[in-house]
C-alpha cells in the first residue's frame, strides 16, 4: 500500500515519504519527526518507533491548512479524523478534538511537494472532504497558534544566518518557555496589589477598558529630560506648531525655580485646569503640555496624576503619550558614568518616545552609542531625531502628540512588571545618585557679555575629576547684558559646551519699591547652577568677575617700595641740575672738595622725596575718583 502507484488502496503518491512533523492538538503532544507519505485518499506518517499512522481520506471528517500567505512560514494541515480511527492511533496522539496536525518546514521537499501535488488536487471542488485554507493567525485556535508561534521561532532561529539572541535560542528549545516567562514575571510582583481593572492586562488576557467619551476628556502629553536635553524647546515648537482647534494649557516651571518635585502641587495644578476648561466650555480641543523638572524621575510625575484623589482627574485626564528628550553629547558625567535618572526617564512602560537632539547623522558614533543604550532599557521605545528639539516631521509630530499610546495594554503590563505597587503608592523611584543639587543666586546688575561667556567656557577646565565637589554641570537662568536692554534666557551645559541663549518669554516685572534696586531699572535677576556640593561663596566671587567692577585702588609709594628704574629715571631727571657749592663733577663721578665721591647727584634724596611727594598726590586723585564711582554690588 505504501509502495503507491495506481494499485494501492489510497491511490497515486503525491508526497513520496519526506521528512515532516506531526502532534496531536491536545495540549500535551508534541511535534515528532518522520516520513510523511501523501496519497490521493490518505495521509500515511512513519516513526520510527510508533511505527505507521494511517489515515484513509474516508476516516477523515474535515482538511484546514494554514500557510500564513508566505513561502518563509511554517506550514500546518490539520486533520479531523472519526472518532473509530482512535483505537489505532498511539495513545499520545488521541485526543478529545480528534485532531492531528502535520507540520511542513518551508523549503523542505515535503513542503515543496505538498504545494506542488496535493494542494492543487485536494482543493478541487470534487473532492471529499473539502480542504479549507485558513486566511491568517485569527483563525487558528489558541492551542494551535502557540504550537504555530513555538515551530515557527524554531525554524527562524535555526534558518538565521545573523546573530541569534541566547533567549531565542532557548525559547525555540523549550516550547513552553515564553510561558513559563510570563507566568515568573507576574510571580514576581504577586507581593503588591494591582487594581482589578489592570489585573487581566497583567496577565496577558484581553481586555478592554471601555472608558469615557474622548471629547470629556484632557489629554496630557509629557515631556521629560534631564536639564540641557532641549525640552523646554521641544515644548515651545509643539505649542508654535498646535493644529487648528487644538488649545494648550502649559504647565513648566519658571527657570527661576529649584524646588524638588511637588506631587500635590501638580495634582492642584491640573484639578484647577479642569475645571477651568467645564467652566469656559471652549469649542477647541484642549490639550495639557507637562514639562518636568530637572532630575525628576518620570514614575514619580506618573504616579502623582495617577493617585490623585480628585475624581475629576480620574474621569475627565488621561496621559496620551510620554517623550524623553536625550542629547547624546549630555549623557555621561566624568569616569562615564550617565547622569542620573537618565535611564530612568527612558524607561520601558513609562516612556513612548526618545527624542535625541543633536549629533543626527546615523552614521555618528555618539548618535550610535546612545541608540544602543537606551534600546538595552526599554526595546520597544520609538526613536526621533530632532536638531534642539525642533521637531518638522507631521509623523514625529503624531508620535509626541498621540492619545493613545501611553494606555495601550503592553505598555501598562509593562509598568506594573517594572515598578510593582506603583499604582498604590508603594514603589519607591529612589534618590537622585550622585546627588546633584540646584543653587539660584539673585542679583540686581547687568554682566559684562565678553566677561560672562569666557567664564562659562572656563567651567569645564576648573572639574574637580576626583571628588567631582564643586562641579557645575549646568547653567540657566534670566539676565541682561550690559551691551543691551532685552532680558535674556540664557542656558548652558558645560560637558558639551552648548550655550542657549534666547529673549525671555516671560513679561519683563515692574521695577520694585522696595525690592533692591538694579543698575538702572530696579530689575532682579537670577542664576541657577546645578552641580555638586556647590558652596554659594564661591560662585559669588565667580559671578563678580561676569560683571562690571571697580577698578582696584592703588597704594601710596615710599622710598622702600621704589624699584631701581624708578631711581634710575629720577636720576637721569636731575643729573644735570646745579650742584651744591663744593661739589663738581670730573666726567665720572660727583666729587666734593672735602674728597667725597659719589655716582648720583649730591641731592638725590631731595630728588626722590619731590617724586614720592607728587606720585602720592596724583595716586590720591585717582583713588578720589573710584570712590566716585556708582558701580553697585552684584548681592547687595
Not at 482589578?196 to 497583567?202: F, P, T, Y
Not at 513609562?350 to 550610535?368: A, G, I, Q, R
Amino acid at each position: 500500500m505504501i509502495g503507491g502507484g495506481d494499485n494501492g488502496s489510497l491511490g497515486r503518491t503525491l508526497v513520496p515519504g519526506d521528512m515532516a512533523q506531526v502532534f496531536a492538538s491536545n495540549g500535551v503532544s508534541s511535534p515528532e519527526e518522520g516520513h510523511l507519505h501523501i496519497f490521493e485518499q490518505g495521509i500515511v506518517f512513519i516513526h520510527n518507533q510508533l511505527g505507521a499512522v494511517v489515515l484513509p481520506k474516508d476516516k477523515v471528517i474535515s482538511l484546514e491548512f494554514f500557510d500564513g500567505d508566505s513561502p518563509s512560514v511554517v506550514a500546518l494541515l490539520i486533520v479531523m479524523y472519526k472518532p473509530s480511527l482512535s483505537p489505532f492511533l498511539p495513545a499520545h496522539l488521541q485526543g478529545k478534538n480528534q485532531q492531528l496536525v502535520f507540520v511542513l518546514t518551508p523549503k523542505t521537499k515535503a513542503y515543496k511537494a505538498f504545494f506542488a501535488e496535493v494542494l492543487p488536487l485536494w482543493r478541487q471542488e470534487d473532492q471529499v472532504p473539502p480542504m479549507k485554507l485558513l486566511a491568517g493567525d485569527a483563525q487558528l485556535p489558541e492551542d494551535l497558534a502557540q504550537m504555530h508561534n513555538h515551530l515557527q521561532l524554531k525554524y527562524t532561529v535555526e534558518s538565521s544566518h545573523g546573530t541569534v539572541t541566547p533567549l531565542k535560542h532557548a525559547m525555540a528549545s523549550l516550547q513552553d518557555l515564553d510561558r513559563f516567562l510570563d507566568h515568573l514575571k507576574v510571580s514576581s510582583v504577586g507581593r503588591v496589589p494591582v487594581a482589578s481593572k489592570d489585573l487581566s492586562i497583567l496577565l496577558n488576557q484581553p481586555y478592554d477598558a471601555g472608558g469615557f467619551d474622548d471629547d470629556d476628556q484632557l489629554t496630557v502629553t509629557i515631556i521629560t529630560g534631564i536639564p540641557g536635553s532641549y525640552k523646554r524647546n521641544l515644548c515651545t515648537t509643539l505649542v508654535n506648531m498646535a493644529k487648528d482647534g487644538q488649545k494648550w494649557f502649559v504647565l513648566r516651571r519658571p527657570v527661576d525655580n529649584i524646588d524638588t518635585f511637588d506631587p500635590k502641587g501638580l495634582q492642584v495644578s491640573l484639578s484647577q485646569l479642569i475645571k477651568a476648561s467645564k467652566r469656559k466650555k471652549q469649542s477647541k480641543k484642549l490639550h495639557i503640555l507637562l514639562v518636568t523638572p530637572g532630575f525628576t524621575d518620570i514614575v514619580d510625575v506618573i504616579t502623582a496624576i495617577g493617585s490623585s484623589e480628585d475624581p475629576d482627574i480620574q474621569r475627565h485626564l488621561k496621559i496620551g503619550a510620554v517623550t524623553a528628550c536625550v542629547d547624546p553629547m549630555n549623557m555621561y558625567m566624568e569616569d562615564r558614568y550617565t547622569f542620573p535618572k537618565l535611564l530612568d526617564q527612558c524607561a520601558e512602560g513609562w516612556v513612548n518616545n526618545v527624542l535625541f537632539t543633536s549629533n543626527l547623522d546615523l552614521k555618528n558614533p555618539f548618535l550610535e552609542e546612545a541608540q544602543k543604550l537606551i534600546r538595552a532599557a526599554n526595546p520597544e521605545v520609538g526613536f526621533i531625531l530632532a536638531d534642539k528639539g525642533e521637531v518638522t516631521r507631521s509623523t514625529d509630530l503624531d508620535l509626541i502628540l498621540s492619545e493613545t499610546a501611553f494606555m495601550e495594554n503592553a505598555t501598562k503590563r509593562a509598568r506594573h512588571l517594572s515598578c510593582p505597587g506603583w499604582s498604590c503608592g508603594q514603589f519607591s523611584s529612589g534618590a537622585v545618585v550622585p546627588p546633584l543639587t540646584d543653587l539660584r543666586l539673585r542679583f540686581t546688575q547687568p554682566l559684562e557679555r565678553p566677561k560672562f561667556l569666557g567664564r562659562l567656557k572656563e567651567l569645564k577646565k576648573h572639574f574637580n575629576k576626583t571628588s567631582k565637589a564643586g562641579n557645575v554641570y549646568f547653567v540657566r537662568g534670566l539676565l541682561r547684558f550690559s551691551d543691551s536692554a532685552t532680558l535674556l534666557d540664557v542656558e548652558y551645559v558645560t560637558l558639551s559646551g552648548v550655550l542657549v541663549i534666547n529673549n525671555a518669554e516671560m513679561q519683563t516685572p515692574p521695577p520694585s519699591a522696595n525690592g533692591p534696586a538694579g543698575s538702572e531699572n530696579g530689575h532682579e535677576y537670577c542664576l541657577v547652577f546645578t552641580g555638586l556640593d556647590l558652596e554659594e561663596e564661591k560662585l559669588k566671587d565667580w559671578m563678580r568677575t561676569c560683571a562690571k567692577q571697580k577698578p582696584a585702588k592703588k597704594s601710596h609709594v615710599s622710598q622702600a617700595t621704589l624699584t631701581k628704574n624708578e631711581v634710575a629715571k629720577i636720576h637721569k631727571e636731575h643729573h644735570l641740575e646745579a650742584l651744591p657749592p663744593g661739589w663738581f663733577y670730573n666726567g665720572s663721578h660727583f666729587v666734593s672738595l672735602a674728597g667725597d665721591k659719589s655716582d648720583t647727584h649730591p641731592n638725590m634724596d631731595e630728588f626722590i622725596a619731590n617724586y614720592i611727594k607728587q606720585t602720592n598726590e596724583e595716586i590720591d586723585k585717582y583713588n578720589a575718583k573710584i570712590d566716585a564711582m556708582n558701580i553697585k554690588d552684584l548681592f547687595p
